[in-house]
């Protein structure tokens, strides 16, 4: 029958959601697609042990993809890639954790044991530039100790410098505490040039307070006849 002016055209029907599986189609996992991304920045894991969070939660949100694609197959897809993603993922964590471990355990040179900047901060109560008993007992021993050039004019052949615990004070024109620098005696003669990345210093650790340049208050740690690791 014909439609007036004023009718409104027929509406054409509502497809029927019920026959989508039985049609065949099944949603793309979103969790297989995190996993699959997750899996991609996995590499980033061998630039430093905290990253390897991310091939962990990859690995994590790859195995959530597959039990929620078994428990769901005829509604979910995307089950090679959840399975592809924690493969990867679980072979870069492995790989990358084996890859720290390593340079950490060849580091340290024979002989040498390990100095980090919490041993050298005062008890609690203590004044701030107060030496605590763990810093003493390294006095005249060979420590490796990590930590930040602190930036100065010199750049290359810098034979004297202050190594600190972090960049966070430096880095915007303040001062470090006294505790948080020791200063660094290079026995090459050649220097090392300056970085703004974590360095490891090897040498003889000194408690022996002294005057030091480019900061007030001078330090109460060195390190003599260091070197680069």
């Not at 509502?14 to 049609?23: H, I, K, M, S, W």
């Not at 991304?37 to 994590?60: E, K, M, N, T």
């Not at 960049?167 to 090459?188: H, S, Y």
Request: hydrophobic share 50%; aromatic share 8%.
């Amino acid at each position: 029958m014909g439609t007036g002016l004023f009718d409104s055209p027929p509406r054409p029907a509502a497809p029927d959601r019920g026959d989508a599986a039985a049609d065949g189609y099944r949603a793309l996992s979103g969790a297989a697609i995190a996993a699959v991304v997750l899996a991609l920045l996995s590499p980033l894991a061998f630039l430093g042990w905290w990253l390897a969070a991310v091939p962990a939660v990859g690995l994590a949100v790859a195995i959530l993809a597959l039990v929620d694609i078994a428990r769901r197959p005829a509604e979910l897809d995307g089950w090679l890639a959840a399975l592809a993603s924690a493969v990867v993922s679980a072979l870069l964590l492995a790989g990358s954790l084996a890859y720290h471990a390593t340079v950490y355990a060849a580091e340290l040179p024979a002989g040498f044991a390990r100095l980090d900047f919490t041993m050298l901060q005062p008890e609690p109560g203590d004044p701030p530039d107060a030496v605590p008993a763990a810093a003493r007992a390294m006095d005249g021993k060979e420590v490796l100790l990590k930590g930040y050039m602190y930036p100065d004019k010199e750049r290359r052949g810098i034979v004297l410098f202050l190594l600190v615990r972090d960049q966070g004070d430096c880095c915007f024109g303040g001062n470090p505490k006294i505790t948080d620098r020791v200063l660094v005696r290079m026995a090459d003669p050649r220097g090392i040039t300056f970085t703004q990345r974590l360095v490891k210093i090897a040498g003889r650790f000194r408690v022996q307070p002294a005057a030091a340049p480019g900061v007030g208050g001078g330090v109460l740690y060195q390190m003599e006849d260091a070197c680069a690791r």
